[in-house]
């Protein structure tokens, strides 16, 4: 029997969940999936240009298993481009760090820490904001893993290289 996966950390959420060619429509269109956890690796290695150790300490996951990740999600994005099909982030064994409010009143989109909540908007004072973790089905099981403590040394890892001690509060 496999071992469980471990909850592997993202950033915050993507700001766009679904991509397509122009002039298609949708429901015309095969869909390809890329995890929540494969998105953060792309992210990570690819556009933040860490190191594959660096990025799997980052996730709270092995090196090997990030390697597994990021091969996976580049296979899927060059079929996105090539065959013409719909991509979707989506899923995935993940929590958040952080997320993101949108307000709907005046478009800005702003960056909290997950455990934070804002009732209304910095710049406009609306209280139309949309949660885009609470999007993804994310939001308070976050909070709970986190508060929790669960660690294991790509955490304390990620907790030394970013100048903490004990656990990722």
């Known amino acids: 029997m496999a071992r ?7 950033s915050k959420p993507p700001v766009y969940k679904q991509f397509k060619p122009a002039g298609v429509a949708a ?81 800005q989109m702003f960056v909290i820490n997950i455990e934070n909540s804002v009732e209304s908007c910095p710049s406009c004072s609306s209280t139309d904001l949309i949660n885009l973790a609470g999007g993804f089905g994310h939001g308070q099981c976050c909070i709970n893993h986190l508060n929790k403590g669960g660690s294991n040394h790509a955490e304390n890892g990620w907790n030394r290289a970013h100048g903490k001690r004990g656990k990722n509060r």
């Open 4 to 10: 469980p996966q471990n909850n592997r950390f993202v």
């Open 27 to 107: 429901r015309f269109l095969e869909k390809i999936s890329l995890s929540l956890d494969e998105y953060e690796a792309l992210r990570l290695s690819d556009y933040e240009g860490m190191s594959q150790q660096e990025a799997a300490d980052e996730m709270n996951i092995s090196r090997p298993t990030f390697t597994r990740l990021i091969e996976g999600a580049r296979k899927k994005m060059i079929e996105f481009m090539l065959s013409g099909k719909m991509l979707t982030i989506e899923g995935g064994n993940i929590h958040f760090r952080q997320n993101i409010i949108k307000c709907n009143n005046c478009g």
